[in-house]
């Protein structure tokens, strides 16, 4: 059921790349309810998706932009501009991605210029975003900008290996940046704190199985799904949040503030010999 929370809103949604997708979902929930939007990806992202298919379906544009490079960013505000004739309300920074987890390789073994390339990707384009933003005057005042993030950046995850780094890294930026954009302009950033989710950059985490049955037993209200992470995006780019800024919200069943459950301490049973 659609409520028209976004009608006459404009923004930009990074990191759709196909129907797994967090921010593919987001596009189809924003564009239920009334917002418009461009879609933005790395370019080889664009060669591998099927991002066109989404534009298609939410009467979008799609504008190829690494994330990491100021100009390309600076292409894809000046396009929102266009063609929107003015600024936008909202931005979804929806990206991440670690040459290291993607090989394998374990967080005692870092490859660091691999290293660098998972923080430059993964925390600081949304610095970078925020920063041209900001100096283009793109977002209108009350704008909100929404970033994803994993509870592995406050708690130790095995398998997150250096993205738990470039996550604690993006949730420090929200804040700083928040501070600054929320001061001088009512500019909202937050991030949310999603459930392992079932992505192309889920999947290439090791043991994600194990993981999502483990946050599953361990949640209360169960994984929090892509779409409804979606559902949640759209309240924040709503005007009814207008307040909440520099926060990172857990969007994860509960799993945040669990220690132990039955269903998990259940399956924990099921294999465990007790020794006297
Ligand atoms: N899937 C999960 O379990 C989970 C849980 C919590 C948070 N998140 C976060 O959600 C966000 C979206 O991930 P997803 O799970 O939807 O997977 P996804 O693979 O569908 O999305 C990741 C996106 O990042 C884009 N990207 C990578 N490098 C880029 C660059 N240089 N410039 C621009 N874009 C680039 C990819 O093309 C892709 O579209 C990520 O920040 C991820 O860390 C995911």
Redesign the pocket.
Known sequence: MAYNLLKGKKGII?????D?????KVAEKAHEEGAEFIL???P??LRM?DIQTLADKCDSIVVP????NLDDLQAVFETAMERFGGKIDFILH????SPNVRKGIPYDQLNYANFLKTLD??AL?LHKMLQVARNLDVLNTWGSVV????VASQRTLVGYGD?ADA?ALLESVTRSFGYIYGRDKKVRINTV??????????SG?KGMGSLLDFSERMSPLGNAT?EECANFCITLFSDLTRKITMQNIFHDGGFSSMGMSARAMDRYEQGVVFED
Not at 94 to 97: F, K, P, Y
Not at 193 to 201: E, G, I, K, N, V
Request: aromatic content about 6%; cysteine-free.
């Open positions: 990074f990191g759709a790349l196909n797994q997708s967090i921010a593919w933005s990806n790395a080889a992202a998706g932009a690494d994330a990491t929806s990206i991440g991605m990707i993964s384009s970033s994803l993030t994993y993205m996550k704190s999603q459930s392992p989710t079932m992505t192309t950059a889920g985490i892509a």
